[in-house]
Antibody
């Protein structure tokens, strides 16, 4: 079945970067968009943007331009999100999700990765 | 950016009770989608394109609406329905989510 397996929790210092991974299985990785979503503790969901592994095309929400960078490795069916210049406001759970073909909904989600930014 | 406002923010319902959650958009959208999130887990697609139930979703759930006003209805509340529900629009970028409605069991 479709699965998105995310990397583990990260503890990082302000000003540094973390790279989160999202390994896909159970479907053709290059045929589906991967979206990234942020959720701060006890708060709602925030859409970051997407990557299309088939051609590497990306789109970022204005708020996350310069903060997030998406890449994909088709040989390992893994999507990545690099978060740079970390501040405490970046402390959150980050989810990857697959776009359902032909729609604009996310039909499969990773388990989430926790990022904590603290000195 | 389209802002989605969900109401109520929190509510409690008794088993068997009918529940209606609403989502209002700041501009007209073509469809609304809904996700369910239980505590400590990732969101699950619940209702898509306003009224289509995702795989495995019980048919006591339904969705309706158009333009700027949408709703999710539970015909008869069950224990397992206690969760937070988020609406999401994909009509224009950036995609946005509502703030969520936390549904508790009374």
């Amino acid at each position: 079945q479709v699965q998105l397996q995310q990397s583990g929790a990260e503890l990082a210092k302000p000003g540094t970067s973390v790279k989160l991974s999202c390994k896909a299985s159970g479907y053709t990785f290059t045929s589906y968009y991967i979206y990234w979503v942020k959720q701060r503790p006890g708060q709602g969901l925030e859409w970051i943007g997407y990557i299309y592994p088939g051609n590497g095309g990306t789109y970022y929400s204005e708020k996350f331009k310069g903060k997030a960078t998406f890449t994909a490795d088709t040989s390992s069916s893994t999507a990545y999100m690099l978060l740079g210049s970390l501040t405490p406001e970046d402390s959150a759970y980050y989810f990857c999700a697959r776009l359902r073909a032909g729609t604009n909904v996310m039909d499969a989600w990773g388990q989430g990765a926790s990022v904590t930014v603290s000195s | 950016e389209i802002v989605l406002t969900q109401s109520p923010t929190t509510m409690a319902a008794s088993p068997g009770e009918k529940v209606t959650l609403t989502c209002r958009a700041s501009s007209s959208v073509s469809y609304m989608h809904w996700y369910q999130q239980r505590s400590g887990t990732s969101p699950k697609l619940w209702i898509y394109e306003t009224s289509k139930l995702a795989s495995g979703v019980p048919n006591r759930f339904s969705g309706s609406g158009s333009g700027t006003s949408y709703s999710l209805t539970i015909n008869s509340m069950e224990t397992e329905d206690a969760a937070t529900y988020y609406c999401q629009q994909g009509s224009s970028y950036p995609w946005t989510f509502g703030g969520g409605t936390k549904l508790e069991l009374k």
